[in-house]
């Protein structure tokens, strides 16, 4: 039996069952990918940033900031970047991250649903389908004749569907089950590594020198044209307002032009 016999017993429903095989695949491949980076690196990050902070807190934000690429030193930097920080801020911000974290790694989850859920009733749409054409060209004077026997073995192949769409949907749902343990496992990772921070962070509360301030990117500012600015409005002089009245208290008023000559 060769391709073009199944895709000919599977019939036109063949078609959206293959998509949905290569988007689930797709899925799949991607998924395994990104786990398995994931599970070789991140206890070594863990080890070395929590080795970092209970002697000098600003070694561990660097260490934490350099393993950014990944979502557990995302993780432990979110709170190590705060330029001041307690106890709250520090579990917030903790939890905040963690919350963020682990909704990315939920990407594929809605593919991989939809896919267990459409393909088992494309397979029973093509083996319904093929049995209909099937049972139309029966005659009741070909009963027990050979020409029922075709009518046997289309419904024979009409099966062939369902069974091409159960084969995508358990696959998916193999892969589908693994990816949830898995991250019912980072749940955990995440959420011992962050009380083990946090203790740390309490028993060795980090000084002033050991808060690295926040770099932020000021926009440059042309002094040429500040100048050119100020020279030319007044208002962004920030002139004073005492400037409005007499320079001097002492000099004695204008005499006015309607004099009294008596």
């Known amino acids: 039996m060769n391709i073009e016999d199944i895709v000919r017993k599977i019939g ?3 078609w959206p069952l293959l998509f949905f095989s290569i988007l ?3 899925v799949i491949f991607e998924r395994i990918w990104f786990w398995l980076r994931i599970s070789t690196q991140e206890r070594k990050i863990v080890d070395r940033v929590l080795d970092a902070a209970q002697d000098d807190w600003s070694v561990a934000t660097e260490i934490a900031e350099r393993a950014t690429h990944q979502p557990i030193g995302r993780f432990l930097y ?3 970047a705060l330029p001041r920080r307690d106890p709250e801020t520090f579990r917030l911000a903790l939890e905040s991250t963690a919350e963020h974290e682990l909704a990315l790694m939920r990407r594929g989850e809605k593919v991989l649903e939809l896919v267990i859920a459409v393909a088992p009733l494309l397979g029973l749409f093509g083996t319904v389908w093929g049995l209909i054409r099937s049972l ?3 005659k009741i004077s070909d009963l027990g004749t050979e020409a029922s026997a075709g009518v046997t073995t289309g419904i024979g192949e009409a099966l062939y569907s369902t069974l091409a769409g159960l084969v995508v949907a358990i696959v998916s749902l193999i892969f589908y089950r693994w990816f949830q343990g ?3 496992n980072q749940v955990k990772v995440f959420r011992k590594a962050g009380n083990e ?3 740390l962070y309490r ?3 980090p000084t002033d020198s050991d808060l690295r301030p926040v770099s932020r990117a000021l926009p440059e500012v042309n002094l040429k044209d500040t100048t050119q600015e100020n020279s030319k409005s007044p208002r962004k002089r920030g002139k004073n307002k005492l400037s409005e009245f007499p320079q001097s208290v002492d000099s004695e ?3 006015s032009e309607d004099k009294n000559p008596n």
Request: net charge negative; proline share 21%; glycine share 0%.
């Open 253 to 255: 008023p204008p005499e």
């Open 24 to 26: 689930s695949l797709s």
């Open 12 to 14: 036109p429903v063949v």
């Open 203 to 205: 028993q060795f509360p």
């Open 136 to 138: 139309e060209s029966i």
């Open 197 to 199: 921070l946090e203790l």
């Open 78 to 80: 979110a709170p190590l």
């Open 182 to 184: 898995l991250l019912v």
